[in-house]
């Protein structure tokens, strides 16, 4: 008889090949800039996430989650202990291409997500 179950290190390897896969695009950093803002597009272990791009006050990451994928904005003084904003977003490039797409001066919230997973920014802009 044949083991069948998936070990945790089976899983975490499949689902980094997945991660791979979705967030390649942020890896190219050729996706068009905002003014003021700079395209980063390389991954970050203090997170575990691809930062997209930052700003003197913001940095925008996308981060793997278990279940989905989620945007994280973050304020950069506060840069990598917290973020104040999550989006969550199915599995797939839909989060790394709302990233990219979301200029987040002039835009409250990046479009498509499926929930907010926090904001602690209330109403400040």
């Not at 791979?20 to 695009?25: E, K």
């Not at 050729?30 to 997209?52: H, L, R």
């Not at 913001?58 to 003084?77: C, K, Y």
């Not at 291409?97 to 926090?118: C, F, H, M, Q, S």
Request: glycine residues 4%; contains cysteine.
């Amino acid at each position: 008889m044949t083991d069948t179950h998936a070990t945790f290190d089976d899983l975490t390897e499949a689902l980094d090949a997945l991660a791979a896969r979705d967030f390649a695009i942020l890896t190219a950093a050729d996706y068009p800039a905002f003014e003021g803002w700079e395209n980063v597009g390389e991954y970050d272990p203090n997170i575990e996430a691809m930062v997209v791009r930052r700003s003197s006050d913001w940095i925008v990451s996308v981060a793997p989650m278990l279940f989905n994928n989620r945007i994280l904005l973050s304020r950069t003084d506060e840069y990598p202990l917290h973020w104040v904003a999550g989006w969550c977003y199915d599995k797939g490039p839909a989060a790394p291409l709302a990233a990219i797409a979301w200029n987040p001066d002039t835009d409250r919230e990046p479009a498509g997500y499926k929930k907010v997973a926090a904001d602690s920014r209330k109403d400040q802009r």
